[in-house]
Every structure is written in C-alpha cells, then in structure tokens.
C-alpha cells in the first residue's frame, strides 16, 4: 500500500487518506484465513524483529506445500496508529510457548484470533505429509518445470500464432 490508503487489515474507524471519516469494513484475518483455506505453513512475523522473520521466511520456502507468510512492516510515514514502538510492546512469539503446538489446527485457529495488548508472531501452523500441488497433478510430474520442456506444438503453429498476436 502507499500514500496512506485504508487496507484490507484496517482497523473499523481507522482514519487514512482513502477514508478520511474512517474505515467502515471489518478487517480481514489473514492468519486465519490461511488456514481454513488449507494453507500447511502459516506463520506471521514483524520487520522489527528481523532475524525471526528471516527465519520464518527460510521455514516457509522450504516447506512443500502451500505457505502463507504474514508481515507486519508499519509505514513509518503514514501509519500513525500501528507504529514500531505500537507492535514491539505487543508481539510474542509462539515459540517461546512450550505449551504450543504448530501441528494443532484448533490451536493455530484460536492463536489466529488474538489481537490487542498480545498479538502472536511465529508459526501458527506447519502440516506435513499433504500432497503437494505438484505431486497431485500429473502434467507437472512428468519431468520437471514446464519452463524447461520442449514445446509439443510443431514450431509453424506457434509461429503463426504469434504473428497473428502482433
């Protein structure tokens, strides 16, 4: 987003350029929008805490199957009301909850929820042993990247197609 508009994770009354009486939508939950979408890595991390969400980063590209990552990166120039200093007094790590499990889908929902004086940074949810897109469509299986494949359509047809585009 720039130059101040309301986003999609507004606050209700939150004032920006775009709305200047306020915003009038219900924010949206991306973190638990993720996973009752069937996402098998979410996790949200906070610019200001930079080697977790590095970390975070490097858990959800290495994951097979769909990750959702959320960042919480305030605009230093517009955002007045979720500032650095706003988040850095309210963000905990789920990590550092011996008691959380990333595997418990009715906990990573409830932790999805928290927002106010605690808001949960970390992994929400880490499901393994799914499917992957990849594994479940065979077209993508049968050697590798489409990019890298030879064309199966004769050179003559993709050249007239092309020239008709133009």
Same mark, same amino acid.
């Given at each position: 987003?720039?130059?101040?508009?309301?986003?999609?994770?507004?606050?209700?009354?939150?004032?920006?350029?775009?709305?200047?009486?306020?915003?009038?939508?219900?924010?949206?939950?991306?973190?638990?929008?993720?996973?009752?979408?069937?996402?098998?890595?979410?996790?949200?991390?906070?610019?200001?805490?930079?080697?977790?969400?590095?970390?975070?980063?490097?858990?959800?590209?290495?994951?097979?199957?769909?990750?959702?990552?959320?960042?919480?990166?305030?605009?230093?120039?517009?955002?007045?009301?979720?500032?650095?200093?706003?988040?850095?007094?309210?963000?905990?790590?789920? %990590?550092?909850? +011996?008691?959380? &499990?990333?595997?418990?889908?009715?906990?990573?929902? *409830?932790?999805?929820?928290?927002?106010?004086? =605690?808001?949960?940074?970390?992994?929400?949810l880490q499901k393994t042993g799914?499917?992957?897109?990849? %594994?479940?469509? +065979?077209?993508? &299986?049968?050697?590798?990247?489409?990019?890298?494949? *030879?064309?199966?359509?004769?050179?003559?047809? =993709?050249?007239?197609?092309?020239?008709?585009?133009?």
């Amino acid at each position: 987003m720039t130059t101040g508009q309301t986003s999609p994770t507004s606050a209700v009354g939150m004032k920006t350029k775009s709305a200047p009486h306020g915003n009038v939508e219900p924010p949206i939950n991306p973190i638990a929008l993720a996973i009752a979408a069937g996402a098998t890595f979410v996790a949200r991390g906070f610019s200001g805490e930079q080697r977790h969400l590095t970390e975070l980063i490097k858990q959800g590209i290495q994951h097979k199957g769909f990750a959702f990552i959320d960042v919480f990166s305030p605009c230093v120039t517009y955002n007045h009301d979720n500032t650095y200093p706003w988040f850095k007094q309210r963000v905990k790590k789920l %990590e550092d909850d +011996p008691a959380y &499990d990333p595997t418990n889908f009715m906990m990573a929902m *409830e932790k999805s929820q928290l927002w106010g004086d =605690v808001i949960p940074i970390g992994k929400f949810l880490q499901k393994t042993g799914q499917p992957t897109l990849e %594994e479940c469509e +065979p077209v993508l &299986d049968e050697g590798g990247p489409l990019v890298h494949r *030879e064309l199966r359509i004769p050179e003559d047809v =993709v050249k007239g197609f092309i020239t008709e585009l133009m």
